[in-house]
């Protein structure tokens, strides 16, 4: 088991995931919902769902840190809770992709040393967004593996070119909305 996986199982911070697990390429990847805040604990059997995650994650790591990391965020309040229980996984080296339902425009910042790209999200999934900024279709993966997809869209998206304006986090911060994701079908 690699020592990120170790620290994500130890601490009980996977949530739904769909893959946890080596690929092809790097020695950890995973894909599904990871917990910022914890639930209440009703009892020593019995816990309630997180209050708040980072969800549709997809990261690989090719040794002790994170390398690439993209996730989307309900809101960008939940930015600085994720950055605390993660952050020593985190590397200023790793690529982080964060799509935010509640930011109005796209930006790149610093925060603790560690470089972030953060785009609005609205409609669509992290996984459609990779696919368009690693300039993939979805017939490009239809016949892989859940591995050779991760390593696919991971390898391309670090080869491409992201077009995001460099801004501060007090910027970023400023383009904090109230709306986030607009929510279609019987609620």
């Not at 092809?24 to 990847?29: A, F, K, L, R, S």
């Not at 390898?155 to 986090?169: N, P, V, W």
């Given at each position: 088991m690699s020592t990120i996986q170790d620290f994500l199982i130890d601490n009980k911070l996977p949530w739904q995931a769909s893959f946890n697990?080596?690929?092809?390429?790097?020695?950890?990847?995973?894909?599904?919902?990871?917990?910022?805040?914890?639930?209440?604990?009703?009892s020593a059997?019995?816990?309630?769902?997180?209050?708040?995650?980072?969800?549709?994650?997809?990261?690989?790591?090719?040794?002790?840190?994170?390398d690439f990391l993209a996730c989307e965020l309900e809101t960008l309040d939940f930015f600085?809770?994720?950055?605390?229980?993660?952050?020593e996984l985190l590397t200023p080296d790793g690529l982080y992709l964060l799509f935010i339902t509640d930011?109005?425009?796209?930006?790149?910042?610093?925060?603790?040393?560690?470089?972030?790209n953060a785009f609005a999200l609205d409609e669509s999934s992290v996984w459609n967004e990779l696919l368009d900024h690693a300039d993939l279709s979805k017939g490009d993966l239809k016949r892989l593996s859940a591995e050779e997809k991760i390593d696919t869209v991971c390898?391309?998206?670090?080869?491409?070119?992201?077009?995001?304006?460099?801004?501060?986090?007090d910027e970023i911060k400023a383009l904090q909305s109230g709306d986030g994701k607009m929510l279609f079908g019987a609620v």
């Open positions: 697990a080596k690929t092809n390429n790097y020695p950890y990847g995973y894909r599904g919902s990871l917990v910022i805040t914890e639930g209440k604990t009703l059997n019995k816990q309630m769902p997180p209050k708040a995650t980072a969800t549709q994650v997809i990261l690989t790591s090719a040794g002790e840190k994170i600085e809770p994720f950055v605390e229980k993660y952050k930011l109005d425009a796209n930006g790149k910042f610093e925060y603790e040393r560690l470089t972030f390898d391309e998206i670090k080869a491409s070119t992201l077009r995001i304006a460099d801004k501060g986090y």
